[in-house]
T-cell receptor
Framework: AQSVTQPDIHITVSEGASLELRCNYS??????LFWYVQSPGQGLQLLLK??????LVQGIKGFEAEFKRSQSSFNLRKPSVHWSDAAEYFC???????????FGTGTRLQVFP | GAVVSQHPSRVICKSGTSVKIECRSL??????MFWYRQFPKQSLMLMAT?????????EQGVEKDKFLINHASLTLSTLTVTSAHPEDSSFYIC??????????????FGPGTRLTVL
């Protein structure tokens, strides 16, 4: 079965602290992996994506993610969180021959000053 | 660039009525548009994929006659929820993509429409 699991529903960090959001996937073909961020009233914005090549992917806003095939994971990281990073984060998986993206249930990030 | 809008952002209707939601790509032409549904605390579920000028392709379990999708131009797709019932209450999100390749062409998402059926 194809699925994405984001085990953390809600994470709270202090501003300036490091962040890691977990994502595990199950997919029958070569996966394309994505991280999106959703702020209230805004559409989902693509942070980064992995298709092939270097397994450490750099994205916008200082985020990076590492693809680990052996662990079926694609965790999102940021070394120093800013208050403006507070939002909902979604991991998604897709494939080359399909338009369908399968999303996780999201992780809500709260940032304390 | 790559902005997608939805209208309305929020709609409340009576059971049995029909509601139309618009999705527009404001600064690019969208070959393909997608409609998703999101339940509270759940993930986005793809409902259908539409290509301009073609009939939409619906995901398994999505009623074609209930959720009518029209993609009449390269910048506009509409979702009409016909004879809406309370169980259709949800958050509907559209996305748009310039080209036809999932690997090189990013989906850009709209802000969503909250539908409440009384």
């Amino acid at each position: 079965a194809q699925s994405v699991t984001q085990p953390d529903i809600h994470i709270t960090v202090s501003e300036g602290a490091s962040l890691e959001l977990r994502c595990n996937y199950s997919y029958g073909a070569t996966p394309y992996l994505f991280w999106y961020v959703q702020s209230p009233g805004q559409g989902l914005q693509l942070l980064l994506k992995y298709f092939s090549g270097d397994t450490l992917v750099q994205g916008i806003k200082g985020f990076e993610a590492e693809f680990k095939r052996s662990q079926s994971s694609f965790n999102l990281r940021k070394p120093s969180v800013h208050w403006s990073d507070a939002a909902e984060y979604f991991c998604a998986v897709g494939g080359l021959y399909t338009d369908k993206l399968i999303f996780g249930t999201g992780t809500r990030l709260q940032v304390f000053p | 660039g790559a902005v997608v809008s939805q209208h309305p952002s929020r709609v409340i209707c009576k059971s049995g009525t029909s509601v139309k939601i618009e999705c527009r790509s404001l600064d690019f032409q969208a070959t393909t548009m997608f409609w998703y549904r999101q339940f509270p605390k759940q993930s986005l579920m793809l409902m259908a994929t539409s290509n301009e000028g073609s009939k939409a392709t619906y995901e398994q379990g999505v009623e074609k006659d209930k959720f009518l999708i029209n993609h009449a131009s390269l910048t506009l797709s509409t979702l009409t929820v016909t004879s809406a019932h309370p169980e259709d209450s949800s958050f509907y999100i559209c996305s748009a993509r310039r080209g036809g390749r999932p690997d090189t062409d990013t989906q850009y998402f709209g802000p969503g429409t909250r539908l409440t059926v009384l």
